[in-house]
């Protein structure tokens, strides 16, 4: 069963900072990874995909990777802003999970950014 | 606004009662899913559907739980004779294709509290 982590559950930056999100995947036989951002009490905004051969994305000041061999991929954030403060959930789609795949998702990373 | 759309947003409801909730996908998206979000995880699949048909659905949904999508466009999730447990945020994603760069675009969220 795939189990993906995301470490760490919180992360409290001063503005204007370079921060990297961490996400780890047990299967690496991935269609896909996606980058979300979740607001308090929202639903899911969709940042990055990256394609199982892919090794980053880039989007503005976000940049994803992914190591499929590792099983991990980052979300780095450049120059952080308070408006970048949510959570960010990683979700990978497996090759396996039939003909839904659907995402399968971490716990998320809790970002605070001070003024 | 042409992204997915979830009604009602919140839901208060007494525990035994029966409740509905609505997804409207992108409009060209054959695909749409049902996730679960509890506080402090990250969203859990329920189920899928491929046009009309709802091709696989999860340990998760249990008998108390269906759902429907009619003439493969809207989809409704009820759940009869509510619990405490059901309280979640209960999300509708949908996506166009298969593909390695299929992105998944998520709803707003039907917040659900059953007191």
């Known amino acids: 069963k795939q189990e993906v982590t995301q470490i760490p559950a919180a992360l409290s930056v001063p503005e204007g900072e370079n921060l990297v999100l961490n996400c780890s995947f047990t299967d690496s036989a991935i269609y896909n990874l996606q980058w979300f951002r979740q607001d308090p009490g929202k639903g899911l905004t969709s940042l990055l995909l990256?394609?199982?051969?892919?090794r980053e994305q880039t989007s503005g000041r976000l940049n994803a990777s992914l190591d499929k061999s590792s099983g991990r991929s980052t979300l780095y954030i450049a120059a952080s802003q308070p408006g970048d403060s949510a959570t960010y959930l990683c979700a990978v789609r497996l090759l396996s999970s039939g003909s839904a795949r659907q995402l399968t998702f971490g716990s998320g990373t809790q970002l605070t950014v001070l003024p | 606004d042409t992204g997915v759309s979830q009604d009602p947003r919140h839901k208060i409801t007494k525990r035994g009662q029966n409740v509905t909730f609505r997804c409207d996908p992108i409009s060209e998206h054959n695909r749409l899913y049902w996730y679960r979000q509890t506080l402090g995880q990250g969203p859990e699949f329920l189920t899928y559907?491929?046009?009309?048909?709802?091709?696989?659905k999860s340990r998760l949904l249990s008998d108390r739980f269906s759902a429907e999508r009619p003439k493969g466009s809207f989809s409704t999730l009820e759940i009869q004779r509510t619990e405490q447990g059901d309280s979640a945020m209960y999300l509708c994603?949908?996506?166009?294709?298969?593909?390695?760069?299929?992105?998944?675009?998520f709803g707003q969220g039907t917040r659900l509290t059953v007191v």
């Open positions: 559907f491929q046009n009309e048909a709802q091709l696989e």
């Open positions: 994603a949908s996506t166009k294709t298969e593909s390695m760069n299929t992105e998944a675009f």
């Open positions: 990256i394609q199982s051969s892919q």
